[in-house]
């Protein structure tokens, strides 16, 4: 049968603790990369693209009102000629209620939305790459999705 019964089960024990160790250090790496992703999301939604310029309320003194951050506001500027399709709203992007992960990328790469339609102007249409387009997304759906769910292709 295979050796002594005493060295078989301390074999089996220390395979077992192999095991735990490697399954913990892999759920620790991907839990790493979702914080990484999610304050490189912030990072390119706060600093790079400005998201909040238009996504969130504004004070008299035009400073943004952090309570409210990415919940939607009024589009503050008008375009300078007549747009019949330029949206005067902003919808809430914060935890992209209604938004179903690859859609949300895919718009973030292309501009186009699940339904096929582009994004409405004063909505730039982004180029973001596919690893930049899963951390603004991971950002935003760890957000607090109050408020109105933000319209898809709107």
């Known amino acids: ?15 077992g603790i192999l095991l735990c160790l490697a399954i913990t250090s892999i759920s620790l790496a991907q839990s790493a ?8 999301g912030k990072y390119l939604v706060e600093q790079v693209s400005l998201c909040g310029d238009c996504h969130t309320p504004h004070n008299e003194k035009g400073e943004p009102i952090q309570a409210q951050l990415l919940k939607g506001a009024t589009v503050p500027y008008k375009p300078a000629v007549p747009t019949p399709v330029f949206a005067d709203k902003a919808p809430n992007i914060a935890g992209l209620r209604g938004w179903e992960e690859a859609d ?3 718009f973030f790469m292309t501009g186009i939305a699940y339904n096929d339609l582009p994004a409405r102007p004063p909505m ?3 180029r973001f790459s ?4 899963a951390a603004v997304t991971a950002y935003l759906k760890s957000l607090s999705p109050a408020g109105k769910p933000a319209a898809q292709g709107k």
């Not at 049968?1 to 395979?15: D, E, H, L, Q, T």
């Not at 990369?33 to 490189?40: E, K, L, N, T, V």
């Open 130 to 133: 596919k690893e930049d387009a």
């Open 124 to 126: 730039p249409q982004y």
């Open 104 to 106: 949300a990328i895919k």
């Open 1 to 15: 049968m295979g050796g002594p019964p005493m060295k078989r089960n301390a074999c089996s024990f220390g395979f």
């Open 33 to 40: 990369g979702g914080s990484a992703d999610i304050a490189r």
